[in-house]
Antibody, heavy 119, light 107 residues
Framework: QVTLKESGPVLVKPTETLTLTCTVS??????????VSWIRQPPGKALEWLAH???????SYSTSLKSRLTISKDTSKSQVVLTMTNMDPVDTATYYC???????????WGQGTLVTVSS | EIVLTQSPDFQSVTPKEKVTITCRAS??????LHWYQQKPDQSPKLLIK???QSFSGVPSRFSGSGSGTDFTLTINSLEAEDAATYYC?????????FGQGTKVEIK
């Protein structure tokens, strides 16, 4: 059974750095086919893709947010970590991690974690 | 970056009616187009992958078609449980992109 679960702070202050963790089970991050993306959704708005990490540790980032994002993984812990620097209230959103075989569809999603940016 | 534009943004539909949602890509993406359903306060769920392949467990009333730049999601005989927002997503190239979403309301 494939599952993904996001964890991290529910509230961060402006200018702070956000660190989110996606813990996966039911598949291995070292599997040659598997990658994981982070996607966010501001309240009432559309989905926005943020970053992806491939099985070979290659990474890709949103063009508009590239300077603020870092994605990494710890295969032994089955975790994918996203950091976003210099948080702003407009970054308030539900953050999802999702599995993507061979950079294809997102076939399994986490439940999402709501992050609010406020002083 | 490939831009995906969905139409319409909103649709109010009677049960058993047929629903058609389109997704247009700003450049050719082959068949690397996927559709998701998101109900309120839930994570998105994959419905259709690679334009026309149904994902496991998805009801047969959902189907997809298209290639290149124009794609369609069809819901035959809409049911009340299909009230949701539907998104398209392309994996033809990086960065990944989503459409703006189409909200389907049941009359």
């Amino acid at each position: 059974q494939v599952t993904l679960k996001e964890s991290g702070p529910v509230l961060v202050k402006p200018t702070e750095t956000l660190t989110l963790t996606c813990t996966v089970s039911g598949f291995s991050l070292s599997n040659a086919r598997m990658g994981v993306s982070w996607i966010r959704q501001p309240p009432g708005k559309a989905l926005e893709w943020l970053a992806h990490i491939f099985s070979n540790d290659e990474k890709s980032y949103s063009t508009s947010l590239k300077s603020r994002l870092t994605i990494s993984k710890d295969t032994s812990k089955s975790q994918v970590v996203l950091t976003m620097t210099n948080m702003d209230p407009v970054d308030t959103a539900t953050y999802y991690c999702a599995r993507s075989p061979r950079w294809g569809p997102f076939d399994y999603w986490g439940q999402g974690t709501l992050v609010t940016v406020s002083s | 970056e490939i831009v995906l534009t969905q139409s319409p943004d909103f649709q109010s539909v009677t049960p058993k009616e047929k629903v058609t949602i389109t997704c247009r890509a700003s450049q050719s993406i082959g068949s690397s187009l996927h559709w998701y359903q998101q109900k309120p306060d839930q994570s998105p769920k994959l419905l259709i992958k690679y334009a026309s392949q149904s994902f496991s467990g998805v009801p047969s009333r959902f189907s997809g078609s298209g290639s290149g730049t124009d794609f369609t999601l069809t819901i035959n005989s809409l049911e009340a449980e299909d009230a949701a927002t539907y998104y398209c997503h392309q994996s033809s190239s990086l960065p990944g992109t989503f459409g703006q979403g189409t909200k389907v309301e049941i009359k």
